[in-house]
């Protein structure tokens, strides 16, 4: 839905402006978001959950689009009855402008028994000199007057004085289409976000305290398959299709983690799993719909499973299943099901009151940007649009924090203080561009290949993820110079740890490099192996984007160096790192992303260092190197806005019988001897203090099974290439 274009004279705009200088609104904001495989059809379910048409053409999501802003039209003390008449109607910019315009003449109504705020003015300082208002803040000091109906009406009066109400006659002639005023509304931010895995490992920098999750499942497709990664664009396809190296229950598993690490501490959101190509369903051999489900409820995390949305709540099915792309009468009563379960979940959240000038002030960085036509503003620039809605410099820096914290505008005050993003596409824009042109590198298609490698610097970029300054030269829309040029988005990548410098305008971007077969750890002879670990992040493993950002952290702040050979990276793919060891010592650290439950570090020297030597080696930077791994996890968990992301370190099982299985962790018995996990029955070898070596000289071992539960306390550790192994107190 589109209102026309509605121009309004300069006077009347100047009223408004002046309108929302003063009150606040009372508001109820949530955020829902879209997550699953590409392909899966998140796009047509969002449109067919507004009761919108699907997108004309084929096109491939972005990492994380802008969310679609809508407001709930039923206030009702919503019940399933009701659930019919529950719509969500996306509102434009000017629709929301409107809203606010029409929320003014209301405002003081939700002040009943307060003094109406008055201006008051203080000679300010150098640029600051302005007229400044007391804050929304101030309105719970005020003592209440005797006459409220009559400050009332004099405010309504000075309203109509302005030309407030007929600007809105006139935007209404025009043919805009408010939805009432803004006060008092249910509104959801609706996010959609890219379902490749390459995104998948970045969209989390973008993602916090969603509200409701709406996982997408293809029911054509069995969810032990890995889903065929297609990229298009405006209908055409870009690259190669391959395989994701997650499974489809793997991807909702990272999904789920997403949605809920991302969210406060204490918090998680409501899950709802919408199924889409109902009518292919059939193709599905072996694996019905309940079969899916159980599969599904097996892998939601405990802390999720009293969150999770049925479709029946007495026959406990899970999915929510549809034809999105034409949905019939029965999806239109599912889909109806889902906006009341959003809508009461919405109406569970409290409303909070909110200055009218914050809203104004969004409104106002956009007409400007629009008309400056860019999507990028000083913070200066933006400073001066806050003075006509009388912002000092504290109180700005107040309003800017909030629409940041709110996704509204992105500032990121660590690394580009004067940058203002109106529009966060235009980052979004950066790494697609380069998503795009990595995929049709890899892809060697001749009608694809002859313009991309035209670029100066493609072949680091094909071969090994890295960009270069020349290839992000080439990309030029967004660019405002001296404000926002290639250095300051290689500054933000590198802050976001997207990437990371290898070298002289060299940079790694690891999201883009080409995944590999997972490497049997028993690779090399025995001699050439000293020590190995495991990084456990539980049954559920590492989340999306840790190991990409771990190797990031890992470059920038511990300076570790990739191995290299004519100046690129040898060894190197999206799961598995190569680096020399700290210092001036012999040998190399590999560290693999398993795709399953833990990081493996392993630590090697060349075939003409003896094992003594590579003993005494290891003594000495293990300890080092196990710390700076566990810190770089944190830092990556950190910026990814993750709150429970911490492993445990542990033994790598090598028992000779099992090595055609996938890597695997193992634990201790009560007797003291190693268990295999995947083998339970397996039960081999007494400890030994071998590998203290990972923990210091000087590092406790005690086992005391009778009284303590061994995992809780204990972490184990184990060489690659024998059965003995030793267990580590874990320090407090």
């Known amino acids: 839905m589109h209102a026309c ?22 508001y109820r904001s949530g955020s829902s978001f879209l997550m699953g495989a ?71 109504l939700s002040h009943r028994g307060k003094r109406l705020p008055q201006p008051h003015t203080r000679r300010l ?70 379902g490749q895995p390459t995104y998948h490992e970045i969209l989390p ?18 969810l032990d398959s890995h889903p065929l990664v297609e990229y298009y664009t405006n209908g055409k396809p870009i690259g190669k299709p391959f395989k994701s190296p997650f499974t489809h229950l793997q991807t909702f598993r990272h999904c789920m983690r997403v949605l809920q690490s991302t969210c406060e501490s204490g918090k998680c959101p409501k899950i709802a799993f919408i199924g889409t190509h109902k009518d292919l369903e059939d193709e599905c051999k072996g694996e019905n719909r309940a079969e899916k489900e159980r599969k599904l409820l097996s892998i939601i995390p405990p802390t999720m499973r009293d969150h999770v949305l049925f479709s029946d709540a007495k026959s406990r099915r899970l999915i929510f299943a549809i034809n999105a792309k034409c949905p019939g009468d029965d999806d239109q009563a599912v889909l109806a099901d889902l ?31 629009k ?68 995929l049709t590198l890899r892809a060697k298609l001749p009608t694809q290949v002859q313009a991309a490698r035209s670029v100066r610097g493609y072949e680091e970029l094909e071969f090994c993820g890295i960009i270069t300054r020349d290839i992000l030269s080439q990309f030029e829309s967004g660019y405002i110079p001296k404000l926002f040029e290639e250095d300051h988005l290689i500054l933000l990548f590198k802050h976001l740890l997207i990437v990371a410098e290898v070298g002289e305008g060299k940079y790694l971007m690891a999201c883009l490099l080409e995944e590999e077969a997972i490497p049997h750890p028993l690779s090399l002879p025995a001699p050439q192996v000293a020590a190995s670990l495991l990084f456990y992040f539980g049954p559920d493993g590492p989340k999306l984007g840790v190991y990409c950002c ?45 795709f399953t439950t833990f990081f493996h570090v392993e630590v090697t020297f060349p075939s003409d260092i003896s094992q003594a030597k590579a003993l005494e080696v290891c003594e000495k930077v293990c300890p080092l190197i196990r710390e700076t791994v566990l810190t770089g996890i944190r830092k990556a968990s950190r910026r990814l806005n993750y709150n429970n992301s911490i492993p445990d370190t542990a033994f790598l099982c090598s028992n000779a019988e099992h090595r055609d299985t996938t890597l695997h962790a193992a634990t201790i018995s009560s007797s003291g001897l190693l268990t295999c996990t995947t083998h339970p029955a397996s039960v081999f070898s007494e400890m030994t203090e071998e590998h203290k070596i990972w923990f210091g000289k000087d590092a406790p071992f005690s086992c005391d099974t009778g009284t303590l539960n061994i995992m809780d306390y204990y972490t184990i550790i184990m060489p690659l290439y024998t059965y003995r192994c030793t267990y580590h107190y874990r320090p407090s």
């Open 5 to 26: 274009m509605v121009v309004v004279s300069e006077r009347a705009q100047d009223n408004f402006d002046e309108a929302m200088k003063e009150g606040e609104l009372n």
């Open 38 to 108: 590409g392909g899966s059809g998140k796009t047509h379910v969002l449109h067919a959950f507004l009761k919108e048409k699907p997108p004309p053409v084929r096109q491939s999501t972005q990492c994380v689009k802008n969310p679609v802003r809508a407001v709930a039209q039923c206030k009702l003390g919503v019940s399933k009855e009701t659930a019919g008449e529950t719509r969500f109607t996306r509102i434009t910019d000017q629709q929301y402008s409107d809203m606010l315009c029409e929320s003014a003449k209301h405002s003081q």
């Open 125 to 194: 300082e150098g640029d600051e000199a302005a007229v400044a208002h007391i804050s929304a803040g101030d309105f719970n000091v005020l003592p209440p007057v005797q006459d409220v109906e009559s400050a009332v009406a004099d405010i309504t009066k000075k309203l109509e004085h302005s030309g407030l109400e007929r600007e809105l006659v006139v935007r209404m002639h025009a043919g805009s289409k408010a939805a009432g005023q803004l006060d008092d509304q249910d509104v959801i931010d609706m996010g959609d976000s890219g």
């Open 205 to 222: 920098v973008f993602v916090s305290n969603t509200m409701f999750g709406m996982l997408v499942v293809k029911l054509n497709e069995p």
């Open 339 to 369: 906006r009341y379960l959003m809508l009461r979940e919405l109406q569970k959240l409290q409303r909070v009151r909110i200055p009218h000038r914050y809203f104004a002030l969004e409104m106002a960085f956009k007409r400007f940007a």
């Open 371 to 438: 008309y400056q036509k860019k999507a990028i503003l000083s913070k200066e620039e933006c400073f001066k649009e806050a003075t006509k809605f009388h912002f000092t410099r504290e109180s700005f820096e107040d309003a800017l924090k909030y629409l940041t914290a709110h996704k509204l505008v992105m500032h990121y005050s660590e690394v580009l203080p004067e940058v203002v993003f109106i529009n966060s596409q235009v980052i979004l824009d950066k790494i697609t561009e380069l998503v795009e042109h990595s």
């Open 550 to 594: 771990l190797l990031s952290t890992l470059i920038t702040d511990s300076k570790w160096e990739l191995l290299m050979e004519d100046g690129n990276p040898v060894q190197l793919s999206r799961n598995r790192a190569r680096f020399t060891v700290p210092g001036k010592n012999p040998g190399f650290i590999t560290i693999t992303d398993s």
